[in-house]
């Protein structure tokens, strides 16, 4: 088992900037990759951006540009930077972490955006 810990989120004004970071304990070892789903009030989760073993990310496009994705190996942390934030960026954002064919989720940690 993996358990996820998500801090930071919280409430911002529009074109500002959050940090969230993910803490991975348990079973971590042969992590894969890990990363940022979120999901806004009424609509499905849709994922948000990734970052594997070996540091290659990717990003939704209505990211793009403005959200950054890193690792810690050596910490089993991931962090998010979001940047140039907008009140469509509002929804809960979880982590998750892929073990082998096991996907493992975070409890999620609430983002919203003013206008």
């Known amino acids: 088992q993996v358990q996820l810990e998500e801090s930071g989120g919280g409430l911002v004004q529009a074109g500002g900037s959050l940090s969230l970071s993910c803490a991975a304990s348990?079973?971590?070892?042969?992590?894969?990759?890990m990363g940022w789903y979120r999901q806004a009030p009424g609509k499905q989760r849709e994922w948000v951006a990734s970052v594997t073993s070996d540091g290659n990310t990717n990003y939704a496009n209505s990211v793009k540009g403005r959200f950054a994705i890193s690792g810690d190996n050596a910490k089993n942390t991931v962090y998010l930077q979001l940047k140039s934030l907008k009140p469509e960026d509002t929804a809960v954002y979880y982590c998750y972490t892929v073990r082998g064919a096991m996907v493992y989720w975070g409890k999620g940690t609430l983002v919203t955006v003013s206008s």
């Open positions: 348990g079973s971590i070892f042969s992590i894969n990759a």
